[in-house]
């Protein structure tokens, strides 16, 4: 025993047990580090991914001739066209028509 009443176990196990805290926090830190970059990668992968019809339809909650009006009049979204009618729609370009439509918001706002 020392002055303080602390036994030498007891200081050793508190020591320990900072040290394992210690250890933790710079864990958790790091699995975040490692979550945020999986999210980004993943972003990054997925920009080239391409989506049907009825994907984009279902992401965009739309029908398809409102897909089509953003083809033809509005010029909003460039399809990739396999076949004849069968359109494919690059993850990309939609993450940036879905930008570009709260940018027109937010003009029309400020105006």
Not at 12 to 35: G, M, N, P, S, T
Not at 57 to 73: D, F, G, M, N, Q
């Amino acid at each position: 025993m020392n002055n303080t009443g602390i036994t030498e176990d007891q200081i050793l196990k508190i020591a320990i047990r900072r040290i394992f805290q210690d250890d933790f926090v710079e864990l958790k830190q790091e699995i975040q580090r490692l979550r945020e970059e999986i999210v980004r990668l993943s972003s990054l992968t997925n920009q080239n991914e391409l989506l049907t019809m009825d994907e984009l339809c279902a992401e965009l909650k739309l029908s398809k001739p409102s897909v089509y009006k953003l083809i033809r009049e509005k010029k909003k979204i460039k399809p990739v066209q396999l076949l004849d009618q069968d359109f494919r729609f690059r993850r990309a370009d939609v993450n940036r028509l879905i930008e570009n439509s709260y940018k027109e918001i937010d003009e029309h706002l400020n105006t």
